[in-house]
């Protein structure tokens, strides 16, 4: 006997897509000058880098930076619990990653290193992660800068990389993403240049870049009396 589901021909409501709040590159660029001198400004950095994961980037030891190459590996993330903080393996299996910081970090990074004495163990210290995040935030208020959360620090560098030409699947693999999808519907954004150079190349596709390509040995009349031409 087959059992009749009288919902299966009912269309659910359309969930309203997230997006996340970001900053222009120019904000954020703003964001990481302003940051200099905050005692969590080596997360920050970690962060607004390579687009981590809160909890990755409060996992992370000065002893995992490689100060030659930049290779950061991605391997844990910090949480607090009701027993304390624990170290857990990262959110996905592909979340286990190599990354690497861009000279202007790396060499933040080493300066703030060395200016605290070649500290070792976790770049936060002795801070947790509430208190990490307590301290970015009232030194952006203190001092009037672009606000953001961590969360969305990393929504901002997964969205200025899509929008400079990186790949959604190279984006995907940075951020240790289990599946493609998810980068496709948070940061494959339809921006005016990425629409423009793609009618570009369909137009030259076709026959030309201008109207007077497209419609070369027609003339072109006008759809009524006294109107100008469709093309224009």
Not at 118 to 131: D, F, H, V, Y
């Amino acid at each position: 006997m087959r059992v009749y589901d009288p919902t299966q021909h009912v269309e659910k409501p359309r969930v309203p897509a997230y997006r996340p709040e970001t900053l222009t590159h120019r904000r954020l660029k703003r964001l990481i000058r302003g940051m200099a001198g905050c005692e969590a400004e080596p997360t920050f950095v970690l962060s607004a880098a390579l687009g981590l994961r809160p909890g990755e980037s409060y996992a992370l030891r000065w002893e995992q930076i490689n100060w030659r190459t930049g290779l950061v590996p991605i391997r844990a993330t910090l949480q607090l619990a009701s027993d304390g903080l624990n170290e857990w393996p990262t959110k996905t299996a592909k979340g286990e990653r190599d990354l690497y910081l861009p000279p202007w970090a790396l060499d933040r990074l080493h300066q703030i290193w060395v200016e605290r004495g070649r500290p070792r163990g976790r770049i936060i210290g002795g801070m947790k992660p509430g208190q990490v995040t307590y301290r970015i935030q009232r030194w952006i208020k203190q001092h009037r800068l672009p606000r953001v959360t961590m969360k969305n620090l990393r929504h901002t560098w997964a969205t200025i990389a899509a929008q400079s030409g990186v790949t959604i699947e190279l984006v995907a693999s940075m951020l240790g993403h289990a599946n493609v999808g998810t980068s496709y519907r948070y940061y494959y954004a339809l921006t005016r240049a990425a629409v423009t150079r793609a009618q570009r190349r369909v137009s030259r596709r076709l026959l030309g870049k201008t109207s007077d390509d497209m419609y070369k040995g027609i003339v072109l009349m006008p759809a009524f009396p006294g109107a100008l031409p469709a093309a224009a």
